[in-house]
């Protein structure tokens, strides 16, 4: 239990918001974190302290099983992931059978210790949030299924919550400040997406993959250069040994669609340099490689992202999901942004990827916008992001 285990302290490097995170390993190599900001009292615009909304949200929709409760949208009461992924890499990727079982085993346990740290009961809370899509159909119906019965058993409302709304939401935990309008680069395993966030809940695509996610890239090229799962840490941390410029690889523009991606031409260009060097006797430099895929897909990255600032006129940008965290990504784009003058968001590497906090606080947005979920609420695999059907409380517009 979490008092038995070896606890490490972090800060994070933001500079607006300290925040505490506390992580520990059990046996089965799962990893159980706390993160906790300051917390705050909420005042009106009078200066009247109003009603705390206290969420417990729950996340499973891939290989981290997660709950955390969180306090109006933007305080972390307690924050706790139990990753999979030391399962997962012996196999090379997620498997989704052993993903929806190991979810079943954790979820309760998970609940338990983010209502235990954050120092609340069930009965306190004031709503359910639970990913409900996208990601696999198996993973996100535990999580589900967990929401409405505990709604159920409690008369406690239940809220969809959108995973990669969630992920968009993440930037509001640490900046206090964000508010929409802006834009924000989605780059996850499952999902590449430029979107302009008009306000909370309402989001416009402006671009998004026509192939592979920035994610999966990584993925592939570290598992073709043997450095195994997950890719993205791997390749990012082999980068900062090699020479970026060492090898040429293609940044792919998209006539048609100045925002859309397509990372498969240069997953192929990786894959075809690797063969002709094993043809020619050739060793591979892993480092070289690693740090010239990653800037052709930072370049891309960069150069959409501040072009959608730029022509539709925001001064605001920032990055969520996994591939977020990384430290290439995150070093130029923040360059480009200063340059630019454009004020630059991003969340601290443990909120970009799968993560409970991150489903509390979109969940905070949609409860406030009187979105409430019913019993019929099930698991979409592949929720569209944007306009989605929601059902509103009787009491709210
Ligand atoms: O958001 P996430 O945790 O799960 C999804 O919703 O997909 O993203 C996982 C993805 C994986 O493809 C992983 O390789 C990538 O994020 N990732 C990274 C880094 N950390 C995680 N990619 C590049 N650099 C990183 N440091
Ligand atoms: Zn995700």
Redesign the pocket.
């Known amino acids: 239990m979490i008092a038995d285990m070896q606890f490490c302290d972090e800060s994070n490097e933001m500079e607006n918001i300290m925040i505490n995170i506390d992580q520990k390993t059990d046996d089965d190599g799962v990893i159980f974190m706390s993160v906790h900001t300051e917390e705050s009292s909420k005042t009106d615009e009078d200066g009247n302290v109003q009603k705390n909304v206290e969420i417990l949200a729950i996340e499973s929709?891939?290989?981290?099983t997660a709950a955390a409760v969180v306090r109006n949208g933007r305080e972390v009461l307690s924050n706790v992931i139990s990753s999979q992924i030391a399962l997962h890499t012996l196999y090379g990727g997620v498997v989704p059978e052993i993903a929806s079982r190991k979810h079943i085993e954790k979820i309760n346990y998970c609940i338990e210790a983010a209502l235990h740290e954050a120092g609340r009961k069930l009965q306190d809370m004031d709503a359910i949030a639970v990913t409900y899509g996208p990601?696999l159909v198996g993973a996100l119906l535990v999580g589900v299924s967990e929401a409405k019965a505990l709604s159920f058993a409690t008369g406690i409302p239940l809220i969809g919550v959108h995973?990669?709304e969630g992920?968009i939401s993440a930037n509001y935990i640490e900046n206090k400040d964000l508010k929409p309008p802006f834009v924000c680069l989605v780059?996850?395993?499952?999902?590449s997406h430029l979107v302009v966030v008009k306000n909370y809940g309402q989001y416009e695509i402006i671009g998004q993959t026509r192939d592979d996610?920035?994610?999966?890239a990584?993925?592939k090229v570290?598992r073709a250069i043997g450095l195994g799962?997950?890719?993205?840490?791997?390749?990012?941390?082999a980068a900062r040994e090699g020479n970026a410029d060492a090898i040429q690889f293609p940044r792919v523009k998209i006539e048609d669609a100045a925002y859309d991606f397509s990372f498969s031409g240069l997953k192929s260009a990786v894959l075809n340099y690797i063969n002709q060097s094993k043809m020619q006797g050739q060793e591979i430099n892993k480092p070289d490689l690693a740090a010239s895929f990653?800037k052709a897909?930072v370049d891309v990255l960069v150069e959409h992202s501040m072009r959608a600032v730029k022509e539709f006129g925001y001064n605001k940008l920032a990055i969520?999901?996994?591939?977020?965290?990384?430290?290439?990504?995150r070093t130029a784009m923040q360059r480009a942004c200063e340059k630019a003058g454009v004020e630059f968001y991003r969340p601290s590497?443990v909120l970009?990827?799968?993560?409970a906090a991150m489903i509390g606080t979109a969940g905070y947005y949609e409860y406030l916008n009187g979105v409430r979920s019913g019993m019929d609420l099930n698991a979409v695999p592949n929720l569209p992001l944007g306009d989605r059907e929601r059902r509103f409380h009787a009491n709210q517009s």
């Open positions: 929709s891939c290989d981290e990601g995973h990669i992920h780059v996850s395993g499952g999902h996610a920035a994610g999966e990584f993925d570290a799962y997950p890719g993205g840490p791997k390749i990012d941390l990653q897909v969520a999901g996994g591939v977020a965290s990384n430290s290439a990504l590497p970009c990827t799968d993560n």
